[in-house]
């Protein structure tokens, strides 16, 4: 088998020799993104991966948090949820983050994190691990694409291997066809707008692929 099909075709878990160590990394206010990072996590597990799914640390005020039911309600709800750490990111060979747009970029919760890899980045300890995003908004063109393309920048500094799940796979399309990275729209009432089952199988997908990915690089040392 050649060298960029191992890289970038089937993602069947077949032939996998060991578990690759997939850190499942997300922000979420509403809710949104942790569902993706759990379908995530599920999509993971099937390719034969060991995973974590860790929240990035809250950094709005408390007030904040308390003055949106919503906002308040998701946080009691995940409290148990580890925070992710840069040890966590040195750990994975694989890493999904789930993050939401703000204004067509990544929130701000997800770039005072990113702020803190500094050293592990200049260490190289960052490099040719397997990437992949995800994200939503409210609106079916509020910067979900932007969002994840400026949080590949980041990647591609790191040295890291962008495992974008483009067409590879019929759900791309069923799910709104964000090659991307998968992506969703949130109504007014916390809804996904677009099907949910199309939007579980594009997020498994692309978890399967970055679990791939990451499993290819693995087998080239």
Do not use: C
């Not at 088998?1 to 878990?13: E, H, I, P, Q, T």
């Not at 077949?14 to 990394?25: C, D, F, P, S």
């Amino acid at each position: 088998m050649g060298y960029l099909y191992r890289m970038f075709g089937n993602v069947s878990a077949k032939g996998m020799e060991n578990m690759t160590k997939t850190a499942i990394v997300y922000y979420s206010a509403g809710g949104t993104n942790y569902r993706l990072a759990k379908w995530a996590e599920e999509g993971a597990k099937a390719a034969g991966a060991e995973v974590k799914v860790l929240k990035i640390p809250e950094t709005a005020p408390q007030s904040a948090i308390d003055a949106n039911e919503g906002w308040k309600a998701h946080a009691q709800a995940t409290k148990n949820v580890p925070e992710v750490t840069p040890e966590d990111l040195e750990w994975a060979e694989a890493i999904i983050f789930s993050v939401p747009t703000r204004f067509g970029n990544i929130a701000s919760q997800v770039q005072s994190f990113i702020d803190t890899v500094g050293g592990l980045w200049a260490e190289g300890k960052l490099a040719n691990k397997a990437v992949s995003a995800m994200s939503s908004a409210q609106n079916p063109h509020g910067g979900q694409e932007a969002t994840i393309l400026s949080l590949y920048t980041t990647m591609y500094h790191w040295g890291a291997i962008v495992a974008a799940p483009g067409y590879t796979d019929p759900v791309i399309f069923s799910a709104g066809g964000n090659p991307y990275g998968t992506s969703v729209t949130v109504g007014q009432d916390g809804k996904m707008v677009e099907d949910e089952a199309a939007i579980k199988a594009a997020v498994a997908h692309q978890a399967k692929r970055t679990v791939s990915v990451a499993n290819a690089l693995k087998n080239l040392e």
